[in-house]
């Protein structure tokens, strides 16, 4: 059984920042990607971004810049450092990941059960 367990989101002021976490946890055999995706009311899930094993970092264009992703592989956990928010990244964030299990493979993805983050004066 694995879980991945999200904190991190809120109300912020436009310009504001936001730092959201994910912890993986379970019988992991090696986590390949990590990444955060976020829906908006209306829109479909879009990727904001992901590391890959090996160092590829991946940025939605409209988050280039202003967001920041990190993973700390000994804690099984990504973060996703958020500055000058906008209105538009109001949104349920989504932790994911790429992982297998007791052995190299197969490879499942699991979800978190997300994160709201709200940017509103």
């Known amino acids: 059984q694995v879980q991945l367990v999200e904190s991190g989101g809120g109300l912020v002021q436009p310009g504001g920042s936001l730092r959201l976490s994910c912890a993986a946890s379970g019988s992991i055999f090696t986590i390949y990607t990590m990444g955060w995706y976020r829906q908006a009311p209306g829109k479909q899930r879009e990727l904001v971004a992901n590391?890959?094993?090996?160092?590829?970092?991946n940025y939605a264009d409209s988050v280039k810049g202003r967001f920041t992703i990190s993973r700390d592989n000994a804690k099984n956990t990504v973060y996703l450092q958020m500055n000058s928010l906008k209105p538009e990244d109001t949104a349920v964030y989504y932790c994911?990941?790429?992982?297998?299990?007791?052995?190299?493979?197969?490879?499942?993805?699991?979800w978190g059960q997300g994160t709201q983050v709200t940017v509103s004066s």
């Open positions: 994911n990941a790429d992982l297998s299990l007791s052995s190299p493979s197969p490879i499942y993805r699991y």
């Open positions: 590391t890959i094993n090996g160092g590829t970092i």
